[in-house]
């Protein structure tokens, strides 16, 4: 059967459910007529009538005493606000008092505009003008009612074809004889049907003759004029009978919708089914609290279901939209996410990720999220080359292979399918159109339950939702306790894996990666053992780090790696770290108005120094570990895979920024006011100069006002990217090996990768007040509690840090704030002159209970200052 004939067959077998054919005595089992016959939601209704259909069940006949099809129709959910003053005057007789016209009797029937079958500016604006002058707006309502509840309807109105379809019904008629597919199965339906029928065959040959015209439609125009539909809500909206119009008509518009985008692929053979989508979200009250509670659930549900070229077609239509426009959808979306959340009671049973409404509605926030991407400062080049990992030596399947370990690790969505159509990443947009946090929604954020999630995204994607597909709508807190996740596994992994070889090969292989080292030779001692793993077998590092300090207690639960990577990374970025590898230079530069390091170009350290840095802070991301390191914010991006650019010599140049900037605003004569070439020099490690030619033949080519863009981006390359590229590839191989499997790219931006290994640098002690427990009989209302918080208040920002770093073995707070650290004080006994102690592993501090808050603030503040060393208590 042709599309249209099927659509009404299903109608029938829909109507049959809900309404019955009139047969009292009817015997069909799928007839709401039937005696014993259940009734059904809509939505259920129409999930049957397609299955009926799919089955080719009989269809009843219908009976004398069925109501007329037309009641079913969505007009009739849009009534004559006056039809009862309007109904037979003469019979009603006059109200008392009031003299009757008797011209008002002889008025022709009223003008229902049945001819109409999709709107257009004008025709709006007609029968507007003629509704405003009887002063009876029900014939536009109704109107509304019918092309608004039809996606036949929808498709063709507003459109900028500069000749409209056929309208009425003689054209429509001469369009019909045309269509050779016109289905002969269609002559037994009822009168009403046949009307319905003529009007979908029309559009459906309309459909046909405007498919050759969308191809020649680039990727983001449309067929539909969308100002004018904007003009045309802005005056109608105004009006609250219409608001009602458009709302009922959306609800009855979108199980028609979601069926045919389902089962029937609309928009393959009709690209202007899009047009649907467009004029909806042009409606500026769907955020209002109607919208979201009935139609925009069900909308978001039609709209989540469109083809994958289609969501990216829609994504760049709306990325040329004005700021306010995105603003306003992404509102709405947000809105919708936000009133569902609060609204619902979830538990581990019923889960967010079931919730259809929330999906669906994060599913269309990603079309703006993206939209919002296209629409912003965008850098598609400048792309680090990726490096090839060598090819495995050995033809022979691994172990890990053969437990399906390999398929755990590559499984999940590196790549987002929208991205791919787009051509365009997260990472490509330097300045959005809405900064991206105005895209997270804490409620979702507070009720997801990320190990659950974690799973649906690593195992179950395909048949469960998970909300690391849409990272945008997560905040760092939420997306680093999935990472934690990931991480974690992947060392059970490991030591599943390591214990399998014992068996294999009857020897005794070290499941962990430990690490033991002395305090006074903690570089070469942890960098020389740890560049043999990486050579050897470079998935150790996947293990969970263990260290020991040589001569001490202390059992790593975390706290002692803690202080490994403080005490690591202090001498990796000393400045005088050359001196512990026998050479005269560091490995970074230092720069003191920025307090940020950068690599030395002219570092004599060989590449595999370089690597075991990296290796150092990937190890930190994967053992769950802050690090006090200091790197502009290219270092993150170029980890990312964006080479550095001009603009990113802001925050690690800032001198060589500002001079660069002045030169693209200078408004005199550049080439003889400057005198600059394309050569530049530097001094090396002896404080000779060396020159570098950003062109061939630089020293001959000045710089004029027609090429200084092109010498400041050629500066900026070189001093970011081809003057450190030795020591950078170095570094971010050696982070690759460790977080290579992770889903960090595809999570994090560059400035949550900075925070998750950085941690937050605001420390908020009221928050860890209010977070903090109690034990061994302490709680929030003792002396002792009280007396130390005020004296921890009362600290400088040095004080607090060197706190910090006594009670949980780093100075920053982690990602989320101090509020997320769940810090424990325990009672250690009664008044004593012993110090505090602490489990940074756990961040216990153990606290005495002093009998003074002097006391308390003396014995503290010696802790907390000669604070160096673990043993065991």
């Known amino acids: 059967m042709k599309r249209a004939a099927a659509k009404h067959l299903i109608e029938r077998y829909f109507r049959q459910l809900t309404e019955g054919c009139g047969n009292g005595a009817c015997t069909n089992e799928f007839c709401a007529s039937c005696l014993g016959f259940q009734p059904l939601d809509?939505?259920?209704?129409?999930?049957?009538?397609?299955?009926?259909?799919?089955?080719?069940?009989?269809?009843c006949d219908p009976h004398p005493?069925?109501?007329h099809p037309s009641a079913a129709h969505p007009s009739a959910a849009f009534p004559d606000n006056n039809s009862a003053k309007e109904t037979q005057p003469a019979l009603l007789g006059d109200r008392p008092g009031k003299m009757t016209d008797h011209k008002d009797r002889l008025?022709?029937?009223r003008e229902d505009f049945r001819e109409v079958h999709y709107l257009t500016e004008e025709k709006v604006y007609e029968i507007l003008s003629i509704c405003e002058g009887k002063k009876d707006y029900s014939p536009l309502i109704r109107v509304i009612g019918r092309i608004f509840s039809s996606a036949e309807g929808l498709v063709q109105s507003f459109r900028k074809d500069k000749e409209q379809h056929p309208n009425t019904k003689e054209q429509r008629k001469t369009h019909q004889a045309k269509d050779e597919d016109k289905d002969e199965d269609d002559k037994e339906r009822t009168s009403a049907m046949e009307q319905e029928s003529e009007e979908s065959e029309a559009s459906a040959s309309m459909a046909g003759a405007t498919g050759a015209t969308e191809n020649t439609l680039g990727p983001v125009e449309v067929s539909v004029d969308i100002e004018a539909v904007r003009r045309v809500y802005d005056r109608l909206l105004s009006n609250e009978k219409m608001e009602a119009a458009f709302l009922n008509a959306l609800v009855y518009l979108t199980p028609n919708v979601e069926l045919e985008l389902t089962y029937l692929d609309v928009y393959d053979t009709n690209p202007d089914y899009l047009n649907i989508f467009i004029i909806v979200m042009e409606n500026s009250n769907l955020h209002s609290p109607e919208y979201l509670e009935t139609a925009m659930p069900l909308f978001c549900k039609c709209m989540s279901k469109l083809p994958l070229p289609a969501r990216a077609k829609l994504t760049r239509l709306w990325s040329q939209y004005s700021v306010e426009h995105i603003r306003s959808m992404m509102e709405t979306f947000q809105q919708l996410i936000t009133y569902t959340v609060i609204s619902s009671e979830y538990d581990s049973d019923s889960l967010v990720n079931d919730d259809e409404g929330v999906v669906a509605a994060t599913k269309c926030l990603k079309l703006v999220f993206y939209a919002n991407v296209l629409g912003g400062d965008l850098d598609t080049g400048h792309n680090e080359e990726e490096e090839e990992e060598p090819p495995s030596e050995s033809s022979e399947l691994t172990l890990q292979e053969l437990m399906g370990e390999e398929r755990r690790n590559k499984k999940g969505p590196r790549v987002d399918p929208l991205e791919k159509e787009l051509g365009v990443r997260t990472l490509?947009?330097?300045r959005p159109l809405i900064p991206f946090e105005e895209f997270v929604n804490e409620p979702l954020n507070d009720v997801l339950e990320m190990d659950k999630d974690f799973t649906f995204f690593k195992v179950d994607s395909e048949s469960k939702f998970s909300f690391q597909t849409c990272p945008f709508i997560l905040n760092a807190c939420t997306k680093s306790l999935g990472l934690y996740?990931?991480?974690?596994?992947?060392?059970?992994?490991?030591?599943?894996?390591?214990?399998?070889?014992?068996?294999?090969?009857?020897?005794?292989l070290n499941p962990y990666l430990r690490l033991k080292v002395r305090r006074d030779h903690i570089i070469d001692d942890a960098l020389v053992r740890l560049e043999m793993i990486a050579m050897e077998n470079p998935a150790d590092l996947r293990k969970q780090l263990f260290v020991e300090f040589e001569g001490e207690q202390g059992v790593d639960e975390g706290g002692v790696s803690k202080?490994?990577?403080?005490?690591?990374?202090?001498?990796?970025?000393?400045?005088?770290?050359?001196?512990?590898?026998?050479s005269d230079i560091g490995m970074f530069t230092y720069d003191e108005s920025t307090k940020l390091f950068w690599f030395n170009p002219s570092s004599l350290e060989n590449e595999a120094q370089f690597s075991l840095i990296g290796i150092v802070l990937g190890l930190a991301i994967y053992n769950n570990c802050i690090l006090d390191v200091h790197f502009p914010m290219v270092v993150y991006r170029k980890l990312m895979g964006k080479k550095g650019t001009y603009l990113d010599l802001a925050d690690s140049h800032p001198v060589q920024y500002q001079s660069l900037k002045e030169l693209l605003e200078y408004e005199g004569n550049v080439e003889e006011d400057m005198m600059i070439t394309f050569q530049i020099s530097q001094t090396d490690l002896f404080g000779d100069p060396i020159t570098y030619d950003l062109r061939e033949h630089g020293d001959k080519i000045p710089v004029s006002a027609d090429n200084r863009k092109e010498f400041v981006s050629l500066y900026g390359d070189y001093m970011l990217n081809k003057s450190v590229e030795r020591q950078f590839k170095a570094f971010r191989r050696g982070f690759r090996m460790v977080t290579n499997e992770s889903p960090l790219k595809c999570l994090f931006r560059p400035e949550e990768v900075e925070l998750l290994i950085c941690g937050s640098r605001n420390l908020d002690f009221q928050a860890l007040e209010e977070t903090t427990e109690y034990d061994g009989g302490y709680s929030r209302d003792c002396r002792v509690i009280k007396d130390f918080w005020e004296t921890v208040h009362s600290f400088g920002e040095e004080d607090k840090r060197l706190f910090l770093q006594f009670t949980t073995g780093t100075d920053r707070a982690p990602v989320g704030g101090l509020g997320k650290l769940k810090m424990i004080i325990a009672k250690n006994g009664p008044d004593t002159d012993r110090l505090p102690t602490s489990h940074t592993c756990f961040n216990a501090l153990l606290l005495p209970e002093y009998d003074s808050k002097e006391k308390l603030k003396e014995?503290?503040?010696k802790a907390i200052t000669y604070a160096k060393g673990f043993g065991m208590l």
């Open 42 to 59: 809509h939505n259920t209704a129409a999930i049957r009538a397609l299955e009926l259909w799919k089955m080719g069940t009989k269809l």
């Open 65 to 67: 005493s069925a109501a």
């Open 107 to 109: 008025l022709p029937p």
């Open 428 to 430: 490509d947009c330097r």
């Open 485 to 508: 996740y990931d991480n974690r596994i992947s060392m059970y992994s490991e030591r599943r894996i390591t214990a399998l070889y014992s068996l294999v090969q009857g020897q005794q």
């Open 563 to 582: 202080e490994f990577f403080q005490l690591v990374l202090e001498e990796m970025f000393n400045p005088d770290i050359g001196e512990m590898f026998n």
């Open 859 to 861: 014995r503290l503040l």
